[in-house]
């Protein structure tokens, strides 16, 4: 079974040199690594708006699944990790707006399997949410 690598050009990079990759495609699978709200210069996009790096993250898979022959809707697995300190209400307004966005891009009535897990923190202070996801498309026979 063939593996290709997905690095779309002008897409979002480390701020290091690393041997990771945005994705890859393996037969019918295509596996989008963790996308943080990243412009092609990789600056962080909507410090401190939730909904503003939600739109940028899925924006990013977006970009990465194309790039792969899918689209959103080929979706079937959806890790989503956010940071936020705050509790109660406060956590789930957080929570909620974040959603609503990641509802925009995937309308479907069957969405795909999905996980969301609250975190302490990321690699950047000032990222609220990396993103991952798992799509299937149709065999290309």
């Known amino acids: 079974m063939d593996k290709i690598r997905i690095m779309p050009k002008g897409h979002w990079d480390w701020s290091i040199p690393v041997s990771f990759s945005q994705g890859w495609k393996v037969g019918n699978l ?8 990243r412009d092609e210069e990789g600056n962080t996009v909507g410090v401190g708006d939730i909904e503003a790096q939600t739109h940028n993250v899925f924006e990013n898979i977006r970009i990465v699944l194309n790039e792969a022959g899918a689209d959103m809707k080929d979706i079937v697995k959806l890790n989503t990790f956010y940071r936020f300190d705050g509790k109660g209400e406060e956590a789930l307004e957080f929570w909620e707006k974040m959603t609503k966005v990641r509802m925009e891009y995937l309308p ?14 990321f690699a950047r202070d000032d990222v609220l949410l990396e993103v991952e996801a798992i799509a299937v498309v149709p065999d290309e026979n």
């Open 30 to 37: 295509i596996f989008v690594g963790g996308q943080v709200p």
């Open 108 to 121: 479907e009535q069957d969405g795909p399997a999905g996980t969301a897990v609250r975190v302490s923190g």
